[in-house]
């Protein structure tokens, strides 16, 4: 098979750029007379462009013995040079490997997906040139994410899908809710993107390159010769995992996730499922940097265990359906975390592999019931398994994959995770983690499959109608995906061969973990239990774990309120210190010229003899400095 789709995969994000670019012609109006309609088609169609390329690309790369072998060591690569100054390059050097080809076909894949998805679920709203033109644009900033090759160039790319995280969450403008969570997710991204550029100036002057293969290069030089580490190399890595925990939505830079569930669901199916993504791609392409300082892997060890427990702690308490699954991604991103910490970067790989299929396929099934019973408050549902029985299947599903309950992919990848945690040097503590944490998330799946489709109907749910085959679709697809994401790794090599793909030491303990989590939360939520309510005394528990541990609170008592207290400090500098010296001082010389003003007589004479008195006694004060 010919290599040129491979060779030109680069083209890929070009297809949903053209069509973000293409929104605007009517997203301000420029074409009114055919509606927005149009504009959500053509970006559909490039979409499926770009899916169609990238899945030829990865055949062609996949099914070529030669091709194969030899791209492992030697890549298909591309480049631009975007500045050369002073001995300074700047370029976009991508690689198509296959890795990245898989990458971008999940992406594409599901932005088709959601598309379709979104066609139905917005089908009277007027917003498709924004909304879709957005989708587009995060689905060329994630497919550039994934195939480039620089460092300065992720960390642009990670920018831009900042920005297009404020425009999608501020879909729907004209309500303050939103306005205020797409400011909110914008600013507190921008915490970790700030502390990430400092790290990518600071690191060329040392390594001399951002391309990550030569940042690679240099790490093994430096491992395998023992050379010491520069001054303040520590803080360097320190400043470039902030980026990926902010886009990871880790702990303390998590507070952006809950805020963007303000903007559309088919937005939140993208976000929650490949957006989070791209952090751990740029995270797991730092490794050998981050494999030279201990201190840093021990911060990560840290900060992805904290969150994988307070994110499913935090989810047991949410009565809004897409707050309770954000937070849960909270949760796994950080054992991807965890993983990365301990050096397993071929266990966060599979992390990051079995994750995006399950989590898209619960959210399509979420936005399938929010649009037709008009709420997504948990306490308001109830009573759905007999009259929308595909959905609940498609949602156990999707939940299935992402707890530790064979044959499915999370099972064998968190099994490996707990393999991992075994091997370290504090074995039963991170194993225990790992347990505990599988165990929130089963118990918090079920209590949210238990609260839509178990129990008595509610009056939200009395009547509820299948949604419109624009939705069933991709999300009867997305289960068909999800159901044989095991089978589809084994046959390339992802998990070996046996009749429980991924089973192996340590299988037993972690099955038992989501029996004892997904059983106690099936006791008490399947059917309606006294015990699933708290008693009234331990009410406000609930509600503090419910507004995120009051992080937000927190956060302002305490970082804003001195931000805003140096900002005072600096207003009543500029008042009474600047401006009052410049002020002064200019009072001052308007003074003085005045009562200069009343020695002036008008006497030619008496200003000459004044000219020349001070000549004489310069003349005298010179002679007298010899």
Partial sequence: MTLL??????????????????????????????GPRPCGYLNLSLASVAFLHSAAALIALHSNSAAGSAAIYRPLTFGWTWLETAGLRVGFDGLITEPALIAMTVITGLHVLVQIFAIGYLEMDWGWPRFFGSLSFFEAGLCALVLTDSLFFSYVILELLTVGTYLIVGTWYNQPLVVKGARDAFLTKRIGDLILLAGVIALLPITGTWNFHGLQAWAADQANNQFPLPAGFSLIVLALIAGPMGKCAQIPLHLWLDEAMEGPLPSTVLRNSVVVVGGAWVLLRLLPLIELVPLVQTVLVIVGGTSAVVGAVIALAQIDIKRALSFLVTSWMGLLFVAVGLGGISVADHLMLVYPLPMALMLMVIGAIVITNVTQDLTQLGGLWSKRPLMGLAFLTGAAGLMALPPFGGFA??????????????PFLLGSLVLFTNALISAGLIRVFGLIFCGPPSVFTTRSPEVLWLMALPTLVLMGLALHLPQLLVINGVFALSPLP???PLAIPLLISTFVGGGLSAVFYLRPHPLAHLPAALGGLQDWLAHDMQTERFYHRTIVALVLALAGLSRWSEQRLIDGFSGGTGVAAMAGARRLSLTTSGRSQAYALTLVLAILLMTAWLLSGR
């Fill in 413 to 426: 990848a968190l099994r490996e995770l707990l393999a991992l945690t075994a091997a370290s040097s504090h």
């Fill in 5 to 34: 789709p491979a060779q030109t995969a680069w083209l890929v994000p070009l297809y949903p750029l053209l069509a973000s670019l293409l929104s605007m012609l009517w997203s301000p109006g420029l074409i009114s007379r055919t």
């Fill in 502 to 504: 991924g089973w192996g």
